[in-house]
């Protein structure tokens, strides 16, 4: 209420004039996370230990009660009142952090905003090594996507894998030089990228150490998936058509993999998680009657591998997280949609300041479009198709 009173009657002159402010601009910020948090259909569903952490709204509104302190508000928050405020992540690290922030609200979105932001909050307070900045935070909130999200293919690992584990893993491997120069420079949104891998930690160990060493760079670690070899039939006769029996019931792990070989999808697969590896973002992706993969080459570009229709032809993977979701509803299922992000990526400042342009817009209607992204109901903007490729 105190942004829309802000700017309410001012031109659209002035309305920009005032987001240069820095105390604006953070409370801008502050609000759409908490606007996006309150549409959220998970909120207080799980920790990331499992614990329950309270139920919907209710625990939404008593972490909001609890952090009013640092949004400006004066006198005893009454989140204890509702008997939950001990269970629930402490919001405040999070909002007071600029930071942290502009890193979830520049990443891409979220299905799930307040199982991102509980999660997040819950690596802040465990893990303090992240809560200064830099890129220990843009990892820990990648982390928090991936969490939140929960996409990935179980059939490539044999047991869930742990956020937690995952967010020190990378953290010691880059501490420890074993991944690629570029890793400590990556967004959030490109490192959803790496930590959202299907396979577990153990195999990105296994990969670093067996990958070709044509391709341990990061110009050509992509190509790893040439190493698979290219077969329909295990040597007892069994299909690849017919999932898991084709590796004698074993997980498709990179070794496995390497062992057995595949048809596309292993290959692809497997070349994506030889990126995640050295901690070069990449996914495989969908063409007719094909799987592919993309990865990010070491100035940005992403880089199709596997290639059998080129980009009009090349889709989303099923499992993997999308990108604008909520703004572009179908669309979000074209990959090209990752190099015009990768782009945004590489002029944050540019575009945050068109983010707050957006939001801005928004407060200063009556708000009654609904939460973040979502087209007004019955406005028809919901059933329109997503553009021809």
């Not at 047991?159 to 501490?175: C, K, Q």
């Not at 993999?257 to 495989?284: D, L, Q, R, T, W």
């Not at 669309?331 to 983010?355: D, K």
Request: proline content about 5%; some cysteine; glycine content about 12%.
């Amino acid at each position: 209420h105190q942004l829309r009173g802000a700017f309410r009657g001012r031109s659209a002159d002035e309305i920009c004039a005032l987001l240069e402010g820095p105390r604006l601009q953070e409370a801008l910020l502050q609000c759409e996370l908490l606007s996006r948090m309150r549409s959220s259909e998970v909120w207080g569903e799980g920790s990331l230990n499992g614990a329950s952490s309270g139920e919907g709204s209710s625990s939404f509104l008593a972490a909001l009660l609890r952090a009013m302190p640092c949004l400006g508000c004066t006198g005893r928050s009454p989140a204890a009142d509702l008997g939950m405020g001990d269970s629930l992540p402490d919001l405040r690290p999070l909002l007071q952090s600029r930071e942290a922030l502009e890193a979830l609200l520049t990443s891409g979105g979220s299905r799930a905003w307040g199982k991102m932001a509980e999660a997040l909050c819950r690596l802040l307070q465990s893990e303090p090594g992240c809560a200064p900045g830099g890129w220990r935070l843009r990892l820990a909130a990648a982390v928090a996507f991936c969490y939140a999200e929960g996409e990935t293919d179980r059939n490539h690992h044999e047991e869930p894998i742990d956020v937690l584990h995952r967010y020190r893993s990378f953290g010691e491997w880059a501490d420890q030089g074993l991944l690629f120069p570029q890793f400590c420079s990556l967004t959030t949104w490109q490192l959803r990228y790496v930590v959202g891998s299907w396979h577990a930690d153990s195999c990105l160990v296994w990969a670093r150490v067996h990958v070709d060493q044509q391709y341990r760079s990061p110009e050509s670690v992509g190509m790893a998936a040439r190493m698979v070899r290219y077969r329909d039939f295990n040597d007892r006769g069994v299909s690849v058509q017919e999932g898991l029996r084709f590796y004698d019931g074993k997980a498709a792990t990179m070794p496995v993999i390497n062992e057995y070989g595949g048809v596309c999808g292993a290959v692809s697969k497997f070349g994506a998680g030889a990126c995640h590896a050295f901690g070069v973002p990449a996914m495989p992706v969908a063409q007719p009657g094909h799987c592919a993969l993309i990865w990010r080459g070491p100035q940005g570009s992403w880089e199709l591998e596997n290639d059998c229709g080129g980009w009009n032809q090349t889709r989303m993977h099923d499992g993997i997280q999308r990108t604008w979701r909520d703004e572009l509803g179908r669309s979000c299922e074209l990959a090209g949609i990752v190099p015009v992000m990768e782009r945004a990526q590489t002029s944050l400042a540019n575009y945050l300041a068109s983010e707050r342009l957006r939001w801005a817009a928004r407060f200063c209607s009556d708000g009654q479009a609904g939460s973040a992204g979502t087209a007004a109901p019955g406005s028809g903007a919901e059933e329109e198709a997503p553009p021809d490729p």
